[in-house]
């Protein structure tokens, strides 16, 4: 059975189990803690697939989707925690009916898809491991991965801990990493997974660009920056001077607004 395969069924059979977990729940955004776990369970069914799982660069790959899957997802599990669906799903809820029917094509099966295509650079790894010795550019795309993770735990905890204090709501989150992007977690992911695809290169599979490509956008134009910033807008009094001074997505200096 080809990586592509393993890949695209179990993320098929996760999805598919996860729109069945929602339907008696009437909440589709469980599907969030639930998708960078498909990542890993891809990693680790490659990695016992293979006959050279021994490889430094297999352990390498593994290492790195595992550390950025369980970290996603106990994050995004906690948050998601005793929360109604979320209202990107909730507007989706309202337009889209049968939406029991409708959740399985565009929430579940379309993440699936996605899954299969950002996971490219994790199968030409993985399922084919190259059995020499760790090249230069692997511990580039490391460390890489190193700095992505960093922006995205550290921004994550730093919001985290922003609204957990009470005298911060209603207000804008502009400290720490957020004082120079507005989107340092959503920044930090998509390094994450330039990081993953330089290991693939490595390796020889520079066609796995799909992958980071795809990630990127999906966070740019998709669901992350586009999304939230049209109703953050709304939602936020004060945001549109945070937005005038601050990078949308690349961490940069604040710019000076003028009286």
């Not at 409708?102 to 099966?109: A, E, N, P, Q, R």
């Not at 507005?182 to 990081?195: A, E, L, M, Q, T």
């Amino acid at each position: 059975m080809s990586a592509l395969a393993i890949a695209a069924m179990l993320a098929g059979v996760l999805m598919a189990g996860c729109w069945l977990v929602s339907l008696p729940k009437r909440d589709v955004s469980i599907v969030d803690p639930l998708w960078p776990m498909v990542f890993v369970a891809v990693a680790w069914s490659l990695w016992l697939w293979s006959d050279e799982s021994d490889s430094g660069r297999a352990w390498l790959m593994l290492v790195m989707v595992s550390v950025w899957g369980l970290r996603l997802s106990a994050h995004l599990t906690a948050r998601k925690w005793g929360a109604p669906e979320d209202f990107r799903y909730q507007a989706l809820r309202r337009r889209l009916q049968p939406f029991w029917l409708w959740s399985l094509l565009v929430v579940f099966g379309l993440q699936a898809v996605l899954a299969v295509v950002v996971s490219l650079p994790v199968q030409a790894v993985l399922g084919d491991p190259d059995p020499s010795s760790l090249r230069w550019l692997d511990w580039v795309g490391a460390a890489i991965w190193t700095v992505g993770l960093v922006f995205e735990s550290v921004g994550d905890e730093q919001l985290r801990r922003f609204k957990a204090d009470e005298t911060n709501r209603g207000k804008v989150m502009d400290r720490g990493l957020w004082r120079y992007s507005r989107h340092p977690n959503y920044f930090g992911d998509s390094v994450v997974w330039w990081g993953i695809w330089l290991v693939a290169v490595a390796a020889g599979a520079w066609w796995t660009v799909a992958g980071p490509l795809v990630m990127m956008i999906l966070l740019l134009r998709v669901s992350g920056v586009t999304l939230l910033e049209r109703s953050m807008g709304k939602r936020r009094p004060g945001y549109a001077e945070y937005a005038a001074r601050t990078s949308a997505f690349v961490p940069m200096p604040p710019r000076h607004i003028g009286s």
